[in-house]
């Protein structure tokens, strides 16, 4: 799901595409948007204080005897809509195999990207030093 959340919506109706044919999906709850509350933490391990609030879209479907479910950030509930489908087919344990194959494409595309990324920002990293003076 993690893979289908970083993934853009028209990577997910490509991986449907390669999926075809696939039973219709029924909404076992109509896509919606939403706001969830954002928590933090001072210094990462301080009381957990709430930073803000986060839109985030969900769906819930039915195919066939599988549901699948989906929750991502932002507003695209038809991107929900298509992870919720790959959620359903990927619990089926006849279509796993090809649901994983698909999604192999999206996420060598990200890890491609988040190198390049890794890349950018260490052109930028900087490395202080303290030189010790010999003035005592």
Known sequence: MALCAAATRSDLQAVLGTLAPISPAADLRVPETGLVMV???????????????????RAAVQVGERSGFAY????????????????????????????????????????AEAAVRAAQTAATRVNFFTMVRGDD
């Open 39 to 57: 928590q933090g933490r001072m210094g990462g391990d301080g009381a957990p204080f709430n930073v803000g609030e986060a839109t985030v879209s």
């Open 72 to 111: 991502h950030l932002g507003r695209d509930q038809t991107k929900a809509r298509l992870a919720a489908i790959v959620d359903a087919l990927w619990q089926d344990d006849n279509r796993r195999a090809a649901v994983e194959t698909a999604l192999a494409e999206v996420e060598a595309r990200l890890e």
